[in-house]
């Protein structure tokens, strides 16, 4: 059973998700570049030149872990679209709360720690993948209450007094908690539906300038292009899948 009633919705995010997701353990694999041959004078003198170039372009550790937990993130959520994994909706939303608290530690990070977000752009990317994160985890959650509570209804109705009685106490177990945390489910998705579709329309904005500096200036980087364009389909993904939970 999937999220959405239209299957090409379904199946059209779940490329996206599943492309995004490639993109990012690509990313997370990429391996360091290395300079030219310092055999000779002209190699050292080329080496000297492009190291600090060479620094800036070998991605660090955390780089590695941030695409990683990109990637993993955009797995879970393909499987969300099709309901999948249940017996792993725990472990799910305990690793992105984990790594919505590891991007909030490089958010808040001394400036002299140069291998986190550095700079006000990235702090202010770091906060936001940590929001995105526990915005991940908070969807599973309310899917689990949101499905747990359309299977009861879709059970009861119709159904005898006895077995309406047993499917309440069967779906009150794995319900329970998730719905007494989101008591308002459906204000609180709206909420969510709202803040992402502006976060979708910012980055879509961004993607549109930079290509029009891009076409004047010709020097602006292919990677910041690419990585608003995912977080523009990104959003646009998360804004629609909370949308589903706001009825």
Same mark, same amino acid.
């Given at each position: ?49 492009? /190291? ?9 550790? *955390? ?11 955009? !797995? ?23 790594? *919505? ?12 720690? &140069? ?5 006000? =752009? ?7 993948? *940590? ?8 969807? $599973? ?9 359309? #299977? ?7 159904? #005898?007094?006895? =077995?309406?009685?047993? #499917? ?5 177990? =794995? ?17 969510? =539906? $709202? ?8 980055? !879509?904005?961004? !993607? !549109? &300038?930079? @290509? ?6 010709? /020097?602006?980087?292919?990677?910041? @292009? ?22």
């Amino acid at each position: 059973m999937s999220v959405f009633a239209i299957p090409a919705m379904t199946w059209a995010l779940t490329v996206v998700l599943l492309a995004s997701g490639a993109w990012h353990t690509i990313q997370t694999l990429r391996p360091a570049r290395t300079g030219p041959d310092q055999g000779t004078q002209l190699g050292r003198i080329s080496a000297r030149f492009q /190291h600090s170039k060479r620094a800036q372009l070998r991605p660090s550790w *955390a780089d590695r872990t941030n695409q990683g937990l990109h990637a993993l993130m955009h !797995l879970l959520m393909a499987a969300m679209l099709w309901n999948a994994a249940p017996a792993t909706t725990l472990a799910q939303i305990l690793i992105l709360a984990a790594a *919505a608290l590891w991007f909030t530690i490089q958010a808040v990070a001394r400036p002299h720690y &140069r291998t986190f977000c550095s700079g006000t =752009t990235g702090r202010l990317k770091c906060t936001y993948h *940590a929001a995105t994160m526990a915005a991940a985890a908070i969807m $599973i959650a309310m899917m689990t209450n949101h499905t747990t509570t359309n #299977t009861a209804t879709q059970a009861t109705t119709g159904s #005898t007094p006895a =077995t309406a009685a047993h #499917t309440h106490h069967a779906t009150t177990g =794995t319900g329970t908690g998730t719905a007494s945390i989101f008591q308002n489910t459906p204000a609180l998705a709206t909420l969510l =539906t $709202i803040a992402f579709a502006a976060a979708a329309t910012t980055f !879509l904005i961004l !993607l !549109l &300038r930079h @290509r029009t500096q891009t076409t004047h200036t010709h /020097h602006h980087p292919t990677n910041t @292009r690419t990585e608003h364009g995912l977080e523009a389909a990104g959003a646009t993904t998360m804004a629609l899948m909370f949308a589903t939970m706001t009825t």
